[in-house]
C-alpha cells in the first residue's frame, strides 16, 4: 500500500502561484508514472500533468506554459509549480502515481483562485 498527500492548495488571487506538493510514503524512483489531476464542481476529473520515467513531462493544453511539474526522488515528493492562475483553475487537485502496475490516489488539495 502507497500513501500519498498533497498539500500546498489555498486561495489564491488570479495572477498568483501556488505549488503543490505530493509526498510518497514509498520511494517515487520505483514509480513509471506520476500525475496530477484535477476536478472542478460539477465537471470530471481531468489529467492537468503528467510525468513518466525518465523524466518526460506532458502538460493539458490548458495549463502548457503556466504549470510545471517535477519531482525531487529524495524527498519522494512531486510537486505542480502552478503560476499566472486563472478563476478556471479552480478545482480540487489530486496525484496520482503507478507502482508496479498499481495506482494509488491521494485525497486532494483544494485550489481556489479568485478574480
Known amino acids: 500500500q502507497v500513501r500519498l498527500v498533497e498539500s500546498g492548495g489555498g486561495l489564491v488571487q488570479a495572477g498568483g502561484s501556488l505549488r503543490l506538493s505530493c509526498a510518497a510514503s514509498r520511494s517515487i524512483s520505483s514509480s513509471n508514472y506520476m500525475a496530477w489531476y484535477r476536478q472542478a464542481p460539477g465537471k470530471r476529473r481531468d489529467l492537468v500533468a503528467h510525468?513518466?520515467?525518465?523524466?518526460?513531462?506532458g502538460y493539458a493544453d490548458s495549463v502548457k506554459g503556466r504549470f510545471t511539474i517535477s519531482r525531487d526522488n529524495a524527498k519522494n515528493t512531486v510537486y505542480l509549480q502552478m503560476n499566472s492562475l486563472k478563476p478556471e483553475d479552480t478545482a480540487i487537485y489530486s496525484c496520482t502515481a503507478r507502482f508496479a502496475g498499481q495506482s494509488y490516489w491521494g485525497q486532494g488539495t483544494q485550489v481556489t483562485v479568485s478574480s
Open positions: 510525468m513518466i520515467s525518465g523524466g518526460s513531462t
